[in-house]
């Protein structure tokens, strides 16, 4: 099966081709660091990193680059509303984001590019758009993208027709009045005394929102991307605008081949945005719950879909984590006894089709859902087989293969393969758990609370972490 991509500029899904071969160009719209990161962000980023571990599983060669927008209106609205410098403030966050990043296992982009880094090549795009006459400069010292020159194109990626989106025009569309047409978007932006500013042809300013992309992805990967990505939020005006003016200053279509924007984030289905204030940072997620059941959570939905937030869901993905984590942890306690000939008890021909499976369902628009469901059919299977002896050790090695490979693809799975973290050296199955939850239940009854706490004390020896509330104990894995 030939892997299908959904392309938001066409609205269908479409077979990958890249543009040259097996290279893969991949842009990923980044943060804007004024803050830490809410677990919304984690859902995107988590998404785009298994995406781009699909692609080199596939034998693509990836280079993939995700901005950092260090220098922004919020950027420098959060650093006066605190008193900081603002580029102090966005290194700060820069660094939360690195940090949050390395421990959900998000892997770092080849290029981290930032905004303050590339304002020279900023300027120069600017420039050349104002000479092509894509773009006009006001008497205020902006610089505005003129969307009456391309009028045919607008809406080419949001698929709204021109009074639809004037209609909408609020979504983080810029409100000065010096603009000929409303939807006209800011290239460089005027800079007050108190802000970051640099000098230009137009007086001392700072670039608008959308310009940066453009000119940080054209140098890092070229002129055309073969995957531009990021939150379905981003499709209009930051996309869109995107398209306008690169392919008004390369004269090059399509800017980017394939458009993929993952699902929001919600809470009681409201989109989870720092704007409206209903967002949990990833680092307050990952003080109640470990890094592979965030992960899971996030992968157990389709990239496209939308995910639904809360403790319960969570609570529900670590459990179903740690269901397959504990199943590779029996497959490789197992390699050591098992038999060099002998019956594979059926595993060989099961390990065929949940290969088929995984690989089948991430070709379909890396439909991680669906290659996690096989993935639980396999591990039913491992288990029945594996309470009735052990399977030759060919079956087992294979087993371990297959799991250290999805291992690279999903970001969870490998240590337990390896050997290495609590779960893969020795760490207590789910049923060794209850049971000791049930002798320190015992414990307590009888008030012999010692026995209890020294219960408490070796479950967390093991990585186990208990919690009591009033609806009983609940347990999580370190």
Not at 142 to 154: A, G, P, S, W
Request: contains cysteine; aromatic residues 10%.
């Amino acid at each position: 099966m030939a892997l299908k991509v959904y392309n938001t500029l066409s609205h269908e899904l479409e077979e990958f081709t890249p543009i040259s071969g097996r290279r893969v160009n991949m842009y990923i719209c980044g943060p804007t660091v004024y803050d830490h990161c809410h677990i919304g962000h984690a859902r995107s980023y988590v998404s785009f990193d298994v995406i781009r571990r699909y692609l080199l599983y596939k034998g693509y060669q990836v280079t993939y680059i995700s901005n950092l927008t260090d220098v922004d209106d919020k950027v420098i609205k959060r650093a006066k509303e605190v008193g900081e410098d603002a580029f102090v403030l966005s290194r700060r966050f820069t660094e939360s984001f690195f940090e949050d990043m390395k421990a959900l296992g998000v892997m770092k982009a080849d290029v981290h590019p930032k905004v303050t880094d590339h304002i020279p090549g900023i300027i120069d795009m600017v420039k050349a758009l104002v000479d092509k006459g894509f773009a006009y400069v006001t008497y205020k010292g902006n610089v505005y993208f003129d969307l009456k020159k391309v009028e045919d194109k607008i809406g080419v990626l949001s698929h709204q027709t021109l009074d639809a989106l004037v209609e909408g025009s609020g979504m983080r569309v810029e409100t000065e009045d010096d603009k000929n047409f409303e939807l006209d978007f800011a290239l460089w932006k005027r800079a007050e005394p108190d802000e970051p500013g640099w000098d230009s042809p137009w007086g001392r300013g700072r670039p608008g929102w959308h310009i940066e992309c453009s000119v940080m992805s054209m140098k890092y990967v070229g002129v055309q991307l073969d995957i531009h990505g990021g939150g379905l939020d981003l499709v209009f005006p930051h996309h869109e605008a995107e398209i306008l003016q690169s392919e008004s200053f390369t004269g090059k279509v399509p800017f980017a081949k394939y458009w993929m924007h993952n699902g929001f984030l919600t809470i009681n289905k409201e989109k989870m945005s720092k704007s409206l204030g209903n967002f949990f940072t990833i680092k307050e997620v990952l003080q109640k719950f470990p890094a592979k059941t965030i992960r899971f959570y996030i992968l157990n939905t389709q990239y496209r879909r939308p995910i639904d937030f809360s403790d319960a869901h969570l609570e529900e993905a670590g459990k179903s984590h740690d269901r397959i984590a504990n199943t590779i942890v029996k497959v490789r306690e197992a390699l050591p006894k098992a038999p060099e000939t002998g019956d594979d008890m059926g595993l060989a021909q099961a390990l065929v089709e949940a290969k088929k499976v995984f690989e089948d369902s991430m070709d379909d628009d890396f439909n991680t859902r669906e290659a996690l469901a096989g993935i639980f059919v396999l591990a039913r299977k491992i288990n029945e087989a594996l309470a009735n002896g052990t399977p030759n050790k060919k079956a087992v090695q294979d087993l371990l293969n297959f799991f250290t490979h999805i291992g690279d693809v999903f970001g969870m799975f490998k240590d337990e393969a390896s050997g290495k973290g609590v779960a893969g050296t020795g760490g207590p199955s789910d049923t060794e758990v209850e049971a000791l939850l049930k002798e320190r239940d015992g414990a307590r009854k009888v008030k012999d609370f010692k026995r209890a706490d020294a219960i408490r004390d070796h479950l967390k020896a093991m990585g186990i972490i208990l919690e009591d509330g009033k609806a009983g104990i609940k347990w999580r894995r370190a």
